[in-house]
């Protein structure tokens, strides 16, 4: 038996990662001076109220001593383990993987797969490499699978507002004040695995300019589309689906992804964005 693993940043919610047979190991959410399990003690409305108050939010890897033990568990009844985490230049986790690998010295069992992504995109890593596994696959397979998503997807998130990256230190006050006073806009994207401003665009046509680029990069290519949101705002989700159905993207399969508090401590409440990989 194989197992998958990932980190709590896929923001898979956890009954669906269960029935899918996926393990997720937690980031931790530092907030009103509590250290809280992502996804497990802290939901994500509850850190974007935090921000929204004026708050605070920041997080901290999986430690390489928590990996270790939850392979050690993993391996009492599985085989070998697949274990595919959120990009190395956003988070040290995966570092923290390969570590806990070498000191179970178990590099034999254990493989570990540095996404490039985080949120939705690594979700989709994810669940590509466990379809590999139960068509059969071993763990080199797995890998790839994995590895295949992690080269074909494209995604593109923008914010609501640019005060929470000035918060989180991704950009400074002069340029926050400027963009807020002219409704200018990063569109960001995972380039080598970091998260980067591609673009700037009004804040009202964030979602077509989005839309139109992923117009143009797939054609009438069969896609596989995820809505991302941080928060359950249900007007503002309704409205990016409706935009995703009137795009002329020719959509085959679509879901509804909600960004985690890790993720969303970052970037803030009100991020949007779109996920888009052929079919």
Known sequence: MIAVLTDST???PLED?????VHIIPLTVHMQERDLLD?????PDAVYHHMKSGGTASTTPVAVAAFAARYRELLDTHDEVV????????SETVEHARRAVTLLNMERRIHVVDSGLASSPLAEAVLAARTAILSGGDPASAVLAARAVCDQIHTEFSVLSLDYLRRSGRIGRTQAFFGNALGLRPILGFEGGELKALRRCKAD???????????????DQPLSISVIH???DSGRIQALRHAVTTSGLN???????????????????????FMARPA
Request: aromatic fraction near 4%; hydrophobic fraction near 40%; include cysteine.
């Open 10 to 12: 896929c923001d898979l």
């Open 205 to 219: 046509h964030a979602i077509p300019d989005m839309l139109g680029g992923l117009r143009a990069r797939f054609g």
């Open 83 to 90: 274990s595919i985490h959120l990009s190395g230049k956003l």
């Open 251 to 273: 959509v085959k399969q679509a879901r509804m992804q909600l960004m985690g508090p890790v993720i969303g401590a970052h970037v803030g409440p009100g991020t949007f964005g």
């Open 230 to 232: 941080a928060g359950r």
């Open 39 to 43: 996804w497990q003690e802290v939901d």
């Open 17 to 21: 990662a269960r029935k899918l047979g």
